[in-house]
């Protein structure tokens, strides 16, 4: 089993950015499809972007397109989100995720999950 830990969270200003990371250990990490996901206070946690295992496909949540950027290192065990532009309604704990997948997972087909890092936007 996969473990999976996010850092990057922070406090930032709207418009300004914030790249989040979730390194992994334990598992071979270029046969696991990577995505983020979000939960809002009293909200449920919703998919935000997914990338499959070699990198060459992406999928956003129409709210982030053209705003965010998933991306991996497989030599570093790591996968990123590049979030610019941000605004107060991208305010959530960010978790990191990931399954065992050749092919572009549907949200939910993920099993193993970080413990989240938290990012506030101010307006």
């Known amino acids: 089993q996969v473990q999976l830990v996010e850092s990057g969270g922070g406090l930032v200003q709207a418009g300004g950015s914030l790249r989040l990371s979730c390194a992994a250990s334990?598992?071979?990490?270029?046969?696991?499809?990577m995505a983020w996901f979000r939960q809002a206070p009293g909200k449920e946690r919703e998919f935000v972007a997914v990338?499959?295992?070699?990198?060459?496909?992406?999928s956003y949540t129409d709210s982030v397109q053209g705003r965010f950027t998933i991306s991996r290192d497989n030599a570093k065990n790591t996968v990123y989100l590049q979030m610019n532009s941000l605004k107060p309604e991208d305010t959530a704990v960010y978790y990191c995720?990931?399954?065992?997948?050749?092919?572009?997972?549907?949200?939910?087909?993920?099993?193993?999950w970080g413990e989240g890092t938290q990012v506030t936007v101010s307006s």
């Open positions: 334990g598992g071979t990490f270029r046969r696991y499809a």
């Open positions: 990338m499959n295992r070699i990198g060459t496909r992406t």
């Open positions: 995720a990931a399954t065992e997948s050749p092919l572009l997972p549907r949200p939910d087909e993920f099993g193993s």
